[in-house]
């Protein structure tokens, strides 16, 4: 399966700051995924990164507050806008080679606002 | 969207016992089921999926059922070891849903020497 690196690995941020995570794939991937898990809880899909055009969003998440970018198909960063304690989580980047192709995540980036 | 209940949220067990985690979904159009194993600090890793072609899948100590009338997936982990300790989650995919996956809470499996 496809090595993804996500960076940073954590940070630590100040509130009402923005922090940019970035996913790099060592092979083309038509699908891209940027999921949010919350403290000891499950994965919660934020959007689909697509290449070319604007990301797609799930309910609840916009893109005002997490911009996403897909330059090309190894490549994806999303961004955290003003943030607040609540957006305290691991923020997880997933892919798959096709939407019918089994999906793979990367060791996520661990973000804590203070 | 999809619900997806998984059960138990905790299991413990003893090294060399079998462990068996359900899930259950309600919508006929999931066609795709895979487990993941997810140890502190690193991020899900696919341990085992199952199409909805299929009633059962196995690898080595690992296996999957999936009962699709009764709309439940179960994995089944044999001869457990200290390093099967991990929280696994369930997950679907709809045959329309482009790629997403919708994911159940987790269960923490914790497995005692």
């Known amino acids: 399966s496809a090595v993804i690196s996500q960076k940073p690995s954590r940070d630590i941020c100040q509130r009402g700051t923005s922090l940019t995570i970035q996913c790099q794939v060592d092979s083309q991937v038509t699908m891209m995924f940027w999921y949010r898990q919350q403290p000891g809880q499950s994965l919660t899909l934020i959007a689909t990164?697509?290449?070319?055009?604007?990301?797609?969003?799930e309910s609840g998440f916009v893109i005002d507050k997490f911009p996403i970018s897909r330059p090309n198909l190894t490549f994806s960063t999303l961004t955290v806008s003003n943030m607040s304690p609540e957006d305290s989580s691991i923020y997880l980047c997933?892919?798959?080679?096709?939407?019918?192709?089994?999906?793979?995540f990367g060791d996520g980036t661990r973000l804590s606002i203070l | 969207g999809e619900n997806v209940e998984q059960h138990p949220s905790t299991l413990s067990v003893q090294e060399g016992d079998s462990a068996v985690i359900k899930c259950t979904y309600s919508?006929?159009?999931?066609?795709?089921f895979p487990w993941y194993k997810q140890e502190l600090g690193k991020g899900p890793q696919l341990i085992i999926d199952?199409?909805?072609?299929?009633g059962e899948k196995k690898d080595q100590r690992i296996a999957v059922t999936l009962n699709k009338t009764a709309k439940h997936f179960s994995l089944h982990i044999t001869e457990t070891q200290p390093e099967d300790s991990a929280v696994y989650f369930c997950?679907?995919?709809?045959?329309?849903?482009?790629?997403?996956?919708?994911f159940g809470a987790g269960t923490q499996v914790v497995v005692t020497p």
């Open positions: 997933s892919v798959s080679g096709t939407e019918n192709q089994p999906q793979h």
């Open positions: 199952i199409r909805s072609n299929v």
């Open positions: 990164a697509n290449q070319g055009s604007e990301a797609t969003y």
């Open positions: 919508d006929s159009a999931s066609n795709y």
């Open positions: 997950a679907l995919r709809r045959i329309d849903s482009w790629g997403k996956l919708q």
